[in-house]
């Protein structure tokens, strides 16, 4: 099996009045899996359909394999597209749906490999076996559910040998049962392909579970790119904290000396009861000015203080529990509010409820600062 395709952009500006993209430079190795990530309104299906040839950018160039693509029509870039709503044929079979877009260009590669003799039937009933539709063949969108149609959604956008795969939100739309069972299917897919594939979405745990990278965008631009784990654990700024679900968001001034274990970030605001003071404990090179997020999961509950008592262990008053099914969320004031998540075995067995006492602590290197 041979990779897919690389993919640059460079310094790429789309101004579509209401919308901009702005100075937006990524690459994409050969092969990878690189998921868009942004809440509504960020410019991630633009960005996409830029790429596929879609909108003309007023600078900046897109290229793949090396090869500038800007002016080349979406036909002929070698780039299979699914949107979130399907866009499938009505009257048409499944088959046919699948067999339409190699009509109008024929396929130089499939399953990474040269295609060689295009006839059609083979290569359609191949994609069909591959993303399990092969027994739906001689059915019209119209009586399929909603994972079978996103099934051949990508069955038709794979079926014509992408050098570039671009996916967008294709797992929105689906109940939770379905949305994993395709999530599955795609990252399967992948693995067997190798096609180079972008997936936009706004959903980070869907994020995590297929992307060998995430490009964070925000306002039409990339705030930032990087593992799962980088992003998830060292966000570089307060609006990428919050969108991956830190919560624990706090602003302050970092003291102490380099050659020290540890330095101290403390916390000061307002309140309405006065003024609110805070130190923690934290593991960084930085100094001054600075935030840090602490994630909910990396915060230990505990009904008596913990031994021994390390850095970061503070006594707390829950304010609110939040149920939500197999977790827990619990919202502290420490003074300041702080979230933590415990399981619903735990909540049980220590009885927690609104007003109740506890202690909670986390290690200095959990607490991330930038």
């Known amino acids: ?36 990530l942004g809440p509504t ?12 040839g879609l909108f003309a950018p007023r600078r900046g160039r897109v290229l793949i394999d090396g090869e500038d693509v800007t002016q080349v029509p979406p036909e002929h870039r070698g780039i299979g597209f699914v949107y979130q709503d399907y866009m499938l044929f009505p009257h048409l079979t499944v088959e046919k749906n699948l067999a339409f877009g190699p009509s ?5 590669r499939l399953f990474g490999r040269r295609a060689g003799n295009w006839t059609g039937a083979p290569q359609v009933e191949a994609v069909s076996r591959m993303v399990s539709i092969d027994h739906l063949l001689h059915r019209r969108p119209a009586t399929l559910s909603g994972g079978e149609r996103q099934r051949v959604a990508l069955a038709r956008a794979l079926v014509v040998g992408p050098r570039i795969l671009l996916l967008d939100e294709p797992l929105s739309a689906l109940d939770p049962e379905t949305r994993g069972g395709l999530e599955r299917e795609v990252a399967r897919v992948h693995r067997e392909l190798g096609t180079t594939t972008l997936h936009v979405t706004h959903d980070f745990e869907e994020a995590v579970a297929l992307g060998d990278r995430i490009a964070v965008m925000r306002h039409g631009r990339l705030v930032q790119v990087g593992t799962p784990e980088e992003v998830f654990r060292r966000p570089e700024s307060e609006f990428v904290a919050r969108f991956v679900g830190a919560h624990n968001i706090f602003e302050g001034t970092i003291t102490g000396h380099a050659g020290k274990a540890f330095k101290t970030f403390a916390v000061s605001s307002s309140s309405g009861s006065g003024q609110i003071k805070l130190e923690l404990a934290v593991l960084t090179d930085l100094s001054g000015e600075a935030h840090v997020s602490i994630r909910p999961e990396d915060i230990v509950l505990s009904l008596d203080p913990p031994h021994p008592a390390g850095p970061n262990c503070l006594r707390a008053r829950i304010v609110d529990i939040a149920d939500r099914g197999t977790l827990i969320h619990v919202t502290l004031r420490t003074p300041l509010e702080i979230a933590c998540v415990v399981t619903r075995r735990c909540a049980e067995e220590m009885e927690l409820q ?10 200095p290197e959990v607490v991330h600062v930038f």
């Open 104 to 108: 109008l260009t024929r396929p130089t």
């Open 41 to 52: 309104g960020a410019g991630k299906t633009v960005l996409l359909e830029t790429i596929a």
């Open 1 to 36: 099996m041979e990779s897919g395709a690389s993919l640059q952009i460079r310094d790429l500006w789309v101004d579509l009045d209401e919308f901009v993209l702005r100075e937006l430079t990524l690459d994409v190795a050969p092969g990878e899996y690189l998921v868009v």
């Open 354 to 363: 609104s007003g109740k006492e506890v202690h909670i602590a986390f290690k």
